[in-house]
Structures are given as structure tokens and as C-alpha cells.
């Protein structure tokens, strides 16, 4: 497996990634140094380890985190993006409670955005691919994506205000349901 073949596949894993820091920073969540660097590290992190987790795992647990991870994902997208749209149709709730850069919901958002590269990671472990590098450039880019998805976000919330805090959780349960739809459709 070549660079590019990486940079493709990390390019794909990123983009769920990429559309949730889209959504925090438009909603308003993303609005200082510290909660950038939590969502771009976090992401990155997440999809730095996945991979590897799943390359230890090896072939032989395929079969049995296949036949529910694609539940998991969207039922930690759908927690967090109904809790987003809640809050975006609550006019008086301050924002800084509910910042998706923060705890539980860091992690959620996190696993849920990774659960992929898990699979990926499998992959890599079923070809015999050492998967120090793969993993390395899926974080990388990962990163990288989602602090650009920040910038463009930013830009997006100072348009439209609180909306886009409605619009960033209708997104995460988009995300969630088509991961769903897209695994079922796969297994008929």
C-alpha cells in the first residue's frame, strides 16, 4: 500500500470528523484556541489509535465488531446531535454548558467519528501491513481537516447565529443515520 493509497483512505475516515467540527464551530462551540486545539487533537487522536486498536485486535474479532459497530456510531451521533438541536431551539440555555469540545461528549463524538478506522486498522492487520505509518497520516489528516472545517464553520456561525447550532446536530444525525443505512444496506 502506497502514500497515496494512505492519503486516500485517510482523506475518507476524516470526513466525519471534518463535518462534526464543521458543525461545533458554526453552532459556536469552537470560538477560542483551547476548544480548536480539543476538537483537532481529540479527532486526530481518535483516529490515530483506532486503527492501530483495531490492527491488534486482529482478523480473528472481525466478525463479532462488525455486526454492531455501525449501531454504535450512530447512536452516539444521534445522542449528541438531538442534545445540539434541543439546545440550538433553546433561546435562554448558555452555550458554554453544553461545548461538544469538552468530556463525555468529546469522547462520544470522538469513538463514534472513529469507529471506521477500527475496521481500517483490521484491514491493514488481514493484508499484513505494518500500521505505525497508515495511522500516523490518518491522524495527521484527520487533524488537519478538521481545524479547516473549524475556520469554514467559524465563518458559517457568524452568518446564521444560533441556527447553526440546530443545523450541526440535524448533521450528526445525518452522519449517524447514513452510517447506519449505509452498513445494512451492506449486509443485505
Known amino acids: 500500500m502506497g502514500t497515496f493509497d494512505i492519503i486516500v483512505i485517510a482523506v475518507g475516515l476524516a470526513m466525519d470528523a471534518a463535518a462534526v467540527s464543521l458543525a461545533a464551530a458554526a453552532s459556536g462551540y ?9 476538537l483537532a487533537f481529540h479527532f486526530g487522536l481518535f483516529q490515530f489509535m483506532m486503527p492501530v486498536a483495531g490492527w491488534f485486535l486482529g482478523v480473528r474479532f472481525v466478525s463479532y465488531f462488525k ?7 450512530f447512536g452516539l451521533l444521534l445522542i449528541v446531535g438531538i442534545r445540539m438541536i434541543l439546545s440550538g ?3 435562554f440555555e448558555d452555550p458554554i454548558k453544553k461545548d461538544p469540545s469538552r468530556g463525555m461528549t468529546m469522547v462520544m463524538l470522538s469513538v463514534a467519528t472513529s469507529i471506521d478506522a477500527l475496521a481500517i486498522g483490521l484491514s491493514l492487520a ?3 501491513i505494518n500500521i505505525w505509518y497508515p495511522s500516523v497520516m490518518i491522524g495527521v489528516i484527520t487533524a488537519a481537516m478538521s481545524l479547516a472545517a473549524i475556520a469554514i464553520g467559524k465563518r458559517l456561525g457568524v452568518l446564521f447565529g444560533k441556527r447553526m447550532e ?7 444525525v445525518f452522519i449517524g443515520t447514513r452510517i447506519l443505512i449505509s452498513q445494512l444496506a451492506a449486509a443485505t
Request: glycine letters at 10%.
Open 30 to 38: 469552537a470560538r477560542d484556541g483551547r476548544a480548536v486545539f480539543r
Open 67 to 73: 455486526a454492531f459497530d455501525h449501531w454504535i456510531a
Open 89 to 91: 431551539l433553546d433561546k
Open 126 to 128: 488481514m493484508l499484513d
Open 166 to 172: 440546530i443545523v450541526g446536530g440535524l448533521i450528526l
